[in-house]
């Protein structure tokens, strides 16, 4: 994989991989290449060659990039121009077999203002080092500095398709699913959308530049993007694992569990995707993303009624599930708005909307909705309706409030809790989630976190924080999933175990005796008439 964007001349080219897999010393070596394989000036024979490292501050540029790029070239190779803490110039001369080649390296800060900072810039390509720390701007206004040097005249009689030589690369770990290179480059579709935007911008900018020179415009070449992913530490093909001990990963994950960033392993180690924590996760020892995420798509089970529930409110949501075997949840999908403040009809609507797309003909068996629904609201057209009932005649279902507990929050965790810690059955765990709920995943992981809640009595006590809008997903899993609790609150799992067990009968429920006393009941140590025992 590494090998494979050595190689690339796209104009735009991101490596993603674990640390130490040599995605950072591809990138610098790869520079050496362009700079080789760079058009011969028709000028004078020179192969001439600029790349921009940009990083956001100058304390990032000496801290990684700058080091990282005097492992490849030493400053002894050219002249080193630039102190610590300013830009800094190194240019190198060198030739080879097809003549002199002259290669430069420019390290700035764009600071505050990107667009100021580049303007004037002018590079043969430009390299994004920790492409995720950067806003997307960098990209957007960087594709337009490139393929600026040398001057057009050096190219003047060369073939048209060699007359343009610059490229946008830019290396990274796996970033958080906020992150704009997640949207840009993990979907294959949005890479080439946004190719096709930057080509037809340069089009645009071409005309203008032609209608005002007064010549006809020439036709810009297609903007390519391409993403390479190198596989995570223990997958097939994990790669530089030649260059680092045996103990380089294991210790990695060690030292990040001990500073307490366990949650760094799987995008740093494992080159996983992930959500950047905002505290720590309500259910951080029960989820796990390998066993409770599927990896596709889960399919409909036309067999098998839908059961939803709901969380009421104008940031509604929906959680759709299928019940499968023994208590196995497949939550199939999510609906959540977080942007919008929907009346109940409306959010009634796409609801139906959303079961017509992704199980259509499937019955509904029921929903299971948050107590206060239960109340009048002036979401309501009429103000003695409830958003429950409002909802429920959009999409033709009854929707139930779930009672059990009296909406106290441990009832609903421990809902959560007993599905997610349920055994594996044929291979399937007590909850699995389509990979398409973000929302869901964003909450178990890293954003339905505990805070801190003060009562009446000054008495300090967790609960999981509101604030963030993942919580409103998270309370309609918790009303589906209490939905098959019984009516005491405890769990179906619980009742699914034996009672033969050696701890499950106990003194007067039919096992061993709990003490050897002859008689029953609550005993005291002491006589209550004679406490002192005079």
């Known amino acids: 994989m590494a090998e494979e964007f050595y190689w690339s001349d796209a104009d735009v080219h991101f490596i993603q991989g674990p640390v130490g897999s040599g995605k950072t010393t591809t990138l610098m070596k790869s520079r050496l290449r362009r700079a080789i394989m760079m058009p011969r000036s028709t000028v004078d024979g020179v192969r001439r060659y600029k790349v921009l490292f940009i990083r956001e501050t100058y304390r990032q540029l000496w801290s990684t990039t700058i080091p990282s790029y005097l492992e490849v070239f030493p400053k002894d190779l050219g002249t080193w121009s630039g102190g610590r803490g300013d830009p800094v110039t190194h240019v190198i001369h060198f030739e080879d077999e097809h003549g002199p080649i002259e290669f430069t390296a420019e390290f700035m800060a764009f600071g505050d203002n990107i667009i100021a900072s580049m303007r004037g810039v002018q590079a043969t390509d430009i390299v994004m080092n920790e492409g995720d720390t950067m806003p997307v701007d960098v990209l957007t206004v960087g594709i337009g500095r490139i393929d600026r040097y040398p001057g057009r005249h050096h190219f003047d009689g060369l073939p048209r398709q060699i007359q343009s030589y610059g490229q946008l690369v830019g290396d990274m770990n796996a970033p958080d699913e906020d992150n704009w290179t997640f949207s840009v480059l993990h979907d294959g579709d949005n890479r080439r959308n946004m190719g096709k935007q930057l080509t037809q911008a340069m089009q645009d900018d071409e005309t203008a530049l032609a209608r005002k020179e007064g010549r006809k415009p020439d036709t810009v070449r ?22 680092l001990s ?20 799987d995008r740093l180690v494992f080159n996983k995707v992930v959500y950047l924590r905002v505290g720590d996760p309500v259910f951080e020892r029960e989820f796990n993303a390998r066993i409770h995420v599927s990896e596709e798509t889960i399919p409909i089970l036309p067999n098998l009624p ?12 929906a959680v759709v599930a299928q019940l499968a075997g023994w208590m196995r949840w497949r939550i199939l999908g999510e609906l959540h708005f977080p942007n919008e403040r929907l009346m109940a009809v409306t959010f009634g609507q796409r609801l139906q909307e959303f079961l017509e797309t992704r199980a259509p003909g499937v019955e509904v068996e029921a929903g299971y909705g948050d107590m206060a629904g239960e109340h009048g609201a002036s979401q309501a057209a009429d103000e003695n309706e409830t958003w429950n009932l409002l909802v429920a005649r959009t999409v033709g279902f009854t929707i139930r409030p779930q009672i059990i507990g009296q909406n106290r929050i441990q009832p609903r965790l421990e809902a959560v809790r007993a599905a997610l810690e349920a055994p594996l059955e044929g291979g399937q765990p007590g909850v699995l989630i389509d990979p398409s ?36 997903v998270m309370d309609a899993l918790q009303y589906l999933l209490l939905s098959q609790h019984k009516a005491d609150g405890t769990s179906p799992y619980m009742h699914r175990l034996s009672d033969n067990r050696p701890h ?14 002859k008689t029953g009941g609550l005993q005291m140590r002491h006589d209550v008439l004679n406490p002192y025992g005079g």
């Open 222 to 243: 297609e903007i390519r993007i391409e993403f390479t992913n190198q596989p995570g530490y223990g997958e097939p093909g994990c790669e530089n694992t030649q260059n």
């Open 246 to 265: 045996p103990s380089y990963y294991p210790r990695q994950i060690a030292s990040m569990k001990l500073a307490g960033r366990g949650d760094m392993v």
């Open 306 to 317: 839908l059961l939803v529930g709901l969380d009421q409110g104008f940031k509604g949501a």
């Open 437 to 472: 709920c973000k929302f869901l995943r964003r909450g178990f992981s890293a954003r339905y976190v505990w805070t801190d809640e003060i009562d009446r009595n000054g008495d300090k006590r967790k609960v999981p924080d509101k604030r963030y809008t993942e919580a409103n």
């Open 504 to 517: 499950a009968r106990m003194g007067h429920n039919g096992g061993p005796r709990m003490s050897d006393r």
